[in-house]
């Protein structure tokens, strides 16, 4: 077998264009929840909290300074980053974190139901082979 058949042969299993999909399906549900979470749920969080933007909170660490130019515009000092902990950020990132992990939860608690009750389901009764048939006829012949 050819390189480029076996691939072809594993590139098309199943399990690896579901793989794909879900990988796609997943990067799309998470824009959704982070969305949800920063345009619905954050500000009736900050509505609770008396009006704050929890995106915006931070513990500041070093003051951020800008750049300072003489008359002529040339720069004598440099601007300084802010350096600062962002836990309002990492607050939004949890949230979305538990969100996405509850609707996979639901997600996958749905999927063994169904499951569960394929499994539950009685097989149907084979139909008798011809041979069974025939061996049956002899025998009820024979009983009389």
Known sequence: MGMMTEFKAFALKGNLVDTAIAFVMGAAFGKVV???VEKMFSPLVGLLMGGVDLTKKKIVIKEGVAEIKDPTGSVITPAVQEVAIQ???FIT????FIVVAFVMFMLIKAINRMKKKEEEAPAAIPEPTTTEILLTEIRDALKK
């Not at 990132?93 to 979305?96: E, G, N, S, Y």
């Open 87 to 89: 836990w309002g950020n």
């Open 34 to 36: 982070s969305a949800f």
């Open 93 to 96: 990132a949890a949230i979305d």
